[in-house]
């Protein structure tokens, strides 16, 4: 069983039927092609990945639970990361 045990927050099919996979304290994933793998696109954890959308141009938007907002390319790299600061 794929993700066992790992609390599934969100998820999102891009263009590609890759699926983009929010978890509860283990970050992201994405699945394609019957393949599961971890998105390690920065370097804190653990991260909870709240929201995904992905935008007209195919990046994947992530909203992370204290760390702010991020968007990665189609092949899940770092283009951009707006923080979050509670102060």
């Known amino acids: 069983v794929l993700l066992e045990g790992i609390d599934i927050l969100d ?4 263009s590609n039927h890759v699926v983009w996979i929010g ?5 992201l994933y994405h699945f394609h092609h019957g393949e599961l793998n971890a998105v390690p696109f920065i370097e804190e954890t653990p991260i909870s990945v709240r ?3 992905v ?3 195919g990046n994947i938007l992530l909203a992370v639970d204290r760390l702010g907002f991020f968007m990665l390319d ?3 790299k770092l283009i ?3 923080a979050y600061d509670p102060d």
Do not use: L, S, Y
Not at 23 to 27: R, S
């Open 11 to 14: 998820f999102e099919i891009d």
């Open 23 to 27: 978890t509860e304290n283990k970050g």
């Open 51 to 53: 929201d995904i959308a």
């Open 55 to 57: 935008n007209q141009d």
């Open 74 to 76: 189609h092949f899940g």
């Open 80 to 82: 951009t990361k707006v």
